[in-house]
């Protein structure tokens, strides 16, 4: 890969699929990865990680046309600010950005396509088996409330999966089953280094969407 290219990495995934764990590694590894950090609009608590702002805030900043991409999730708002990711390109970084469902990711890729069409979007999508996403969102999320939440957020993007797996447009550039935190971002590495995939994940992803619903 060109050392000038910019590139961008979007991470989806279900919940508890290690979008953290793996952003939080890369930037360990290479201090060319940037976790980027998402506008996130709610009227209460704040969370670690993101700009915290109110409600009223976010919809002044969609108003403005601040965001290159926001979406609405577990009654919050999160957004991929415009400048902040533009900063961010102009130093030589990578920003990683965790996209969600799939249709965020194509609304990103349109937004920031306008604005700088010359930015190279690396798009992972992580998975593991429902067993074991369950285990980990019952182990981290703290309030019954949460862990509903978030169950119910996993399953609508095992079905957003399906759907997409069937279909020709296909928008992820590998698919990986997270269950070594070391071999999937060795993946990732090598796959925004420019490197050859010999296997993209697609076919495993396959088996597993359609054989756990009996229909392989």
Not at 2 to 12: A, E, G, P, W, Y
Not at 164 to 181: H, K, Q, S, T, W
Request: charged share 35%.
């Amino acid at each position: 890969m060109d050392d000038n290219q910019k590139s961008v990495l979007c991470l989806s995934g279900m919940p508890a699929s290690g979008k953290d764990s793996v952003s939080s590694r890369l930037c360990e590894l290479d201090n060319k990865f940037v976790w980027f950090r998402k506008h996130r609009g709610v009227d209460g608590e704040p969370k670690e990680g993101y700009f915290n702002i109110t409600v009223s805030q976010f919809e002044e900043k969609i108003k403005r046309g601040d965001f290159v991409q926001w979406h609405g999730r577990y009654g919050r708002y999160y957004g991929v600010d415009r400048e902040a990711l533009r900063l961010l390109l102009h130093q030589g970084k990578i920003p990683i950005i965790h996209i969600g469902r799939v249709d965020n990711f194509y609304s990103f890729h349109d937004g920031l396509m306008a604005d700088a069409a010359d930015v190279r979007i690396v798009h992972v999508q992580l998975w593991e088996s429902r067993e074991c996403l369950k285990e980990r969102i019952a182990k981290r999320d703290k309030t019954h409330e949460e862990i509903n939440k978030r169950l119910v957020a996993m399953e609508q993007e095992f079905c957003d999966a399906e759907s997409v797996m069937r279909g020709e447009r296909v928008p992820f550039d590998i698919i990986i089953r997270n269950a070594d935190l070391e071999e999937t971002c060795h993946k990732i590495r090598e796959i925004m280094a420019g490197e050859g995939v010999v296997d993209n994940g697609y076919d495993e992803f396959r088996k597993y969407l359609y054989g756990y619903n009996g229909r392989v």
